[in-house]
């Protein structure tokens, strides 16, 4: 019998952390722009925030973490300096119809 709690990985565990520490210091970039934020509850949403300026304008906005290769085709990154490797991230189908920006973070 299958339980109904799902098991989380130490990797998802981080993944999910710096999403959600990457959401809140963009909307408190955003704030500090002057824009009025506000965050999607849906998980399965295809932006994270939509932001809006004193104008009304809105723009919806997807929230992602830079990241980086720890290799390069079976050969080791390590003597190379953090960022040399960038991995590149496109919309999608759905966000390039909603036309839905991308906004990259750098966790430390």
Known sequence: ???DKQIISE???????KGTVGEYQTIADYTRQG?????????SCPFDLVIVDKNGKMQLVDVKCATFRKNKKGKSLKDKPKGTYRISRSPTKLQKKLKVKLKMF???
């Open 1 to 3: 019998m299958k339980s």
């Open 11 to 17: 990797r998802q565990k981080k993944t999910s952390i």
């Open 35 to 43: 824009y009025w934020v506000a965050k999607s509850v849906d998980p």
């Open 106 to 108: 750098h966790y430390d």
